[in-house]
Structures are given as C-alpha cells and as structure tokens.
C-alpha cells in the first residue's frame, strides 16, 4: 500500500469517531469532493487499513457491565499448547481480548460479564476445555478511559 498522507489520517479520524458517517460529510471535513474520498475509504478497506465497521455498545445496557481482567500463567509453552488454547477460548463470547505476553503472566484476557455469579460460570467453562497452571482474576472497579479509536500521529 502507498503510504498514508494527512488526508487518509483525517478520514480515518472521521471513521473512528463515526463510522456511518456519511461519504459526503467526510469528504467536506478533509477537503476532498466525494468520489475521491470514495476512492480513498475503498482504498483504505481494500488494503487492510480499515478493517471493518462495527457498533460499539454500551456493556452496562446489555448486562455485560462487569469487566474482568483474567491473567493465566502456564507450564506449556508450545505451538499446540497455544492452539488449544486459543480454540478453547475462541467460542467463549466473554472474551472480548485475548493476549500472548510477555513477563510474568503468560496470557491475559479481557472478560465482560453481568455479575460475579456469571464470571463464576465462565472460569468453569474455561477449565473445563483446558488445563490451566495458574489463574488470577482480577475486576475493573471504573473504567477511567476506553476507546477503540488508535493514535494516528503513527500512521504511514
């Protein structure tokens, strides 16, 4: 892909804050006509740069307000270990994220549940898939920032 220019940054900027945004509305805000910013937003999805749209919902009205962040160390360090792994997680729709890292923890996970009673029945479900070394959970108390939207000031 060409690198990005100032005016691909704008319109993803447009599209991470809105992304029904309307083509038309785009265009006016970064200075182009609406074909070329067509042109661009197809560009930008048909190299992978966007890649999709989504809603974004708010946790607490749909009862999954409760945000837990699952930390799991392990003694399996394979390629076939982290496949099961990742397919024993991969149909749990608790998990939001889901992380190989570095450190201490070997795995971290981001789960959304309505209550402790039902992060209860998730951790039930998670080990009963896959035999896990050592788990620790621990629960957002407030979320002080959240955004989907990446930094732009690093784009190429």
């Known amino acids: 892909m060409a690198a990005l220019d100032e005016t691909d940054r704008r319109i993803l900027a447009c599209l991470q804050d809105d992304a029904a945004m309307p083509v038309a509305d785009i265009a006016r805000r970064v200075g182009l006509t609406t074909t070329p910013c067509w042109r661009r937003i197809q560009r930008l999805e048909e190299t992978g740069v966007i890649?999709?749209?989504?809603?974004?919902?708010?946790?607490?009205?749909?009862?999954?307000?409760?945000?837990?962040?699952?930390?799991?160390?392990?003694?399996?360090?394979?390629?076939?270990?982290?496949?099961?792994?990742?397919?024993?997680?991969?149909?749990?729709?608790?998990?939001?994220?889901?992380?190989?890292?570095?450190?201490?923890?070997?795995?971290?996970?981001?789960?959304?549940v309505p209550d402790v009673a039902a992060y209860d029945r998730f951790y039930r479900k998670l080990i009963a898939r896959i035999t896990l070394a050592n788990v620790s959970s621990a629960f957002a108390m407030e979320q002080i920032k959240y955004t989907t939207a990446l930094p732009l000031e690093y784009a190429r």
Do not use: C
């Open 51 to 112: 890649q999709k749209r989504v809603a974004l919902l708010d946790a607490a009205r749909i009862n999954v307000g409760v945000t837990v962040f699952v930390s799991v160390r392990t003694t399996e360090h394979s390629q076939e270990w982290l496949d099961r792994f990742a397919k024993a997680v991969a149909d749990l729709p608790e998990v939001v994220e889901f992380y190989r890292m570095s450190g201490d923890v070997d795995y971290l996970l981001r789960v959304v």
